[in-house]
């Protein structure tokens, strides 16, 4: 059975950061990439960054390039996300999903399954 839990969030300042954590279970973790998606409030789902260790592929959002860092860990099956700087914009519920991540662009959710998020809050 597919599993992703993402833990980490919390409330922070502006300026301040926070790593949000990714743990997998029921694939195998190195034969994808891992996406962290964000959702606030009245939007839609927005790709954040994506890591594939298998060619090294890695994307950020332009929002977020120069602030966050992806990595991912395939020993431990967990993908991790630190965000510095962070920005009162950057309040949402964060996902992480198996996906194809395509280098410098974006990526595409290969395998349909959600867990239940993490809070990201940043006050200003």
């Known amino acids: 059975e597919v599993q992703l839990v993402e833990s980490g969030g919390g409330l922070v300042q502006a300026g301040g950061s926070l790593r949000l954590s990714c743990a997998a279970s029921?694939?195998?973790?190195?034969?994808?990439?891992i996406g962290w998606f964000r959702q606030a409030p009245g939007k839609e789902r927005e790709g954040v960054s994506c890591?594939?260790?298998?060619?090294?592929?890695?994307y950020y959002n332009d929002s977020v390039k120069g602030r966050f860092t992806i990595s991912a860990d395939d020993a431990k099956n967990t993908a991790y996300l630190q965000m510095n700087n962070l920005r009162p914009e950057d309040t949402a519920v964060y996902y992480c999903?198996?996906?194809?991540?395509?280098?410098?662009?974006?990526?595409?959710?290969?395998?349909?399954?959600w867990g239940q998020g993490t809070q990201v809050t940043v006050s200003s």
């Open positions: 999903a198996a996906v194809v991540c395509y280098m410098d662009y974006g990526m595409e959710v290969e395998l349909d399954y």
């Open positions: 029921g694939f195998a973790f190195d034969d994808f990439a």
């Open positions: 890591i594939s260790n298998s060619d090294g592929n890695i």
